[in-house]
């Protein structure tokens, strides 16, 4: 999704925001430029596609002194990936980035061009620059101008502009879209950025900006004000200046890295939170589950199939009834939202615009709220009653892998932390439900045996007319998640199946160009699964069975270790099923970490 940097200091304005574009990329996107304001002297420069592009273009450009810069990465909404369409969007002697979405931009256009305006771009965000020219040329100051502007705009937005006439100045605004703004104890720049990691290794302190909040930055420092038009002063955090795991480490690509890493991620998640004979959340208050008959969860991507995994835990083992919910189709549906209903937002980000609007709505009909999230201090976070950090580190990949497993693990814990107040689990297998849960960071490690087969067998998997991911019970949402990776990563068609579900329609496309991934695990419905796997081999489908116990009709078969309990086998096909989406990715070419029209952080609805 779109990603947004400013500067404003003596330092080399290009390369700031060069590399914080560049710390961006993660995001998403399909166009970059800059724009820097030196004297009365602008630069404008935009390129489509990678980052490269843009380097190029500015390779013969240097500041000397004080500038102010803007730049943004574009992940295209409104009109195509082109250079026209790049911000920064140029008025007559400003230039505006966005990120987000204007959702009036159409009457605002219709009535800028009545007025004789003149519009290079398809884009919404183009209106901004020129409502607040239109401003200053009905006499405003250039900061009532752009107030004047921001107070205009309905939608999602974070905005940065600088214009002549204020060479020392950026504007700036947010609402929706998520920005903060950087410092340094000993100089007068400052940083924006739409997120922590392009401020790290430049400023020491950050402020995350409120919905509402605008304002401007100069040489004396940062004057905000909140919606009501009342001005506040920043609330300053240190930022964490640990970049290690922001690099690839010897790995191809950070999704291999990140496969990698989740034996450790998951060890971090379960810190402190597993007793001997009890699950702790200190971080929960201790009545949130006071007067709660039922929990909805709800998600977007990969954090929706984690949510649907927490579905099977949360009733088997606390028995409480749970539904789960895509966060698009909630918003507009009109649900039924009762408050003894807990609501559980699940997402990596905490950006997500769909999710975090449904718990906006949550929140709005009165109900408990739950964040269970991989990055502190989001939107999500800061807004829900109660969150829970999943403690994945960075994840740089745009397909989810440790976060998705640190979901996971989260909700197994919670499960049983909930199945303590409704009594449901005897102690003695609650004991055994967390000794299990420790057992859960052996389970993933990637052995280079399991590797290696893995890039063998990719190559038998480049064709054919697409897969069927299968599973029963939790191994269904897996199923859902490694379906989910593939088409990601290999832009080849994959479907996620509950395993007796394929007779009734799938099975008609059985053949031997059919590829079927079978998840059979030993301690979970095996010979129901089984069955359903031999109807598809009767007729010749091409089956990759996963399983701890061989299987004769299968034609590849991957061996997982004996485990004590099905969830422990899930944690491992779980790596089964994302090195083989990653192998597949690789021998077909393609970039795994930035795979074609996926943003990583998806901010518009
Ligand atoms: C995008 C990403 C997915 C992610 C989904 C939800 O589509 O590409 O990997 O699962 O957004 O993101 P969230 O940050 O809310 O978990």
Not at 104 to 119: D, I, P, Q, R, S
Not at 165 to 184: C, D, H, Q, R, Y
Not at 199 to 219: P, R
Not at 501 to 517: N, Q, R, S, V, W
Request: charged share 25%.
């Amino acid at each position: 999704m779109c990603g947004i940097v400013g500067y404003l200091g003596e330092g080399n304005s290009k390369e700031i925001l060069l590399h914080g574009l560049k710390e961006l990329e993660y995001r998403g996107y399909d166009s970059a430029g800059i724009a820097i304001l030196e004297g009365d002297n602008f630069s404008s420069f935009k390129a489509v596609g990678k980052l490269v592009n843009l380097e190029e273009k500015t390779k013969d450009f240097q500041t000397k002194g004080f500038s102010v810069g803007i730049g943004h990465t574009r992940w295209a909404t409104h009109g195509k990936p082109t250079e026209l369409n790049a911000h920064p969007h140029l008025g007559e002697s400003s230039y505006v980035v966005h990120n987000g979405i204007i959702e009036n931009y159409a009457e605002l256009k219709e009535e800028l061009l009545a007025e004789g305006v003149n519009f290079l771009s398809q884009t919404d965000t183009e209106v901004i620059v020129h409502l607040f020219e239109k401003n200053l040329k009905a006499g405003l100051q250039p900061f009532k101008a752009f107030e004047k502007t921001v107070q205009t705009l309905d939608g999602a937005y974070a905005i940065l502009l600088i214009t002549k006439g204020e060479e020392e100045t950026i504007f700036f605004a947010k609402n929706g879209s998520p920005m903060l703004v950087g410092i340094t104890q000993d100089s007068n720049e400052k940083f924006f950025a739409s997120s922590d990691t392009p401020l790290i290794g430049y400023a020491t302190e950050v402020n995350y900006f409120e919905d509402g909040d605008y304002g401007y930055v100069n040489k004396e420092g940062i004057v905000i004000f909140n919606e009501e038009g009342v001005k506040k002063e920043p609330s300053f955090k240190t930022l964490s200046q640990n970049k290690l795991s922001a690099q690839k480490d010897g790995y191809r690509f950070f999704m291999e890295k990140e496969i990698y890493e989740q034996t450790n991620v998951i060890s971090d998640t379960l810190l402190g939170r597993l007793h001997d004979e009890e699950v702790v959340f200190d971080e929960l208050p201790s009545d949130l589950f006071d007067g709660i008959n039922e929990i909805k969860l709800c998600a977007c991507g990969t954090s929706y199939h984690s949510a649907l995994s927490a579905s099977y835990l949360f009733e088997r083992y606390a028995r409480v009834k749970t539904s789960v919910e895509v966060a698009s189709e909630l918003r507009y549906r009109d649900p039924i939202l009762t408050t003894d209903t807990l609501f559980v937002a699940i997402s990596q980000s905490g950006e997500t615009a769909d999710t975090l609007e449904t718990l906006k709505m949550a929140k709005e009909a009165g109900l408990k709220t739950l964040v269970i999230c991989n990055v502190d201090n989001s939107s999500m976070v800061r807004l829900a009653d109660a969150s829970i950090l999943t403690r994945a580190g960075v994840e740089k990949g745009v397909a989810s892998t440790k976060a998705f497993a640190t979901q996971v693990t989260v909700f197994w814990m919670l499960s049983l932390y909930l199945s303590q107040k409704k009594q449901t689990l005897s102690n003695e297998e609650l004991k055994r439900q967390i000794c299990l849960l420790r057992e859960v960071p052996a389970a993933v490690v990637v052995t280079d045996e399991l590797h290696e087969k893995m890039k063998r067998l990719s190559k038998r998997y480049l064709h054919g007319h697409g897969f069927f991911f299968i599973g029963r019970d939790i191994f269904f949402p897996l199923a859902l998640e490694g379906a989910l990776k593939l088409k990601e990563i290999s832009y080849l068609h994959a479907e996620g199946y509950p395993s007796g579900e394929m007779k009734h329609g799938p099975i008609a496309l059985a053949d031997p160009e059919l590829f079927t991934i079978a998840l059979l695990p030993e301690h979970m419905l095996y010979d129901k699964a089984k069955s359903n796997v031999e109807e598809l081999s009767a007729r010749d489908a091409t089956i990759c069975a996963i399983s701890p116990l061989p299987f004769d009709k299968a034609d590849d078969y991957i061996a997982t270790k004996k485990q004590k309990d099905y969830m422990l086998e899930f944690f491992e096909m779980m790596v089964v099923v994302q090195l083989l989406s990653l192998e597949v990715s690789i021998r077909l070419g393609n970039d795994v970490d930035m795979p074609r029209n996926l943003a990583k952080s998806v901010t518009v609805e």
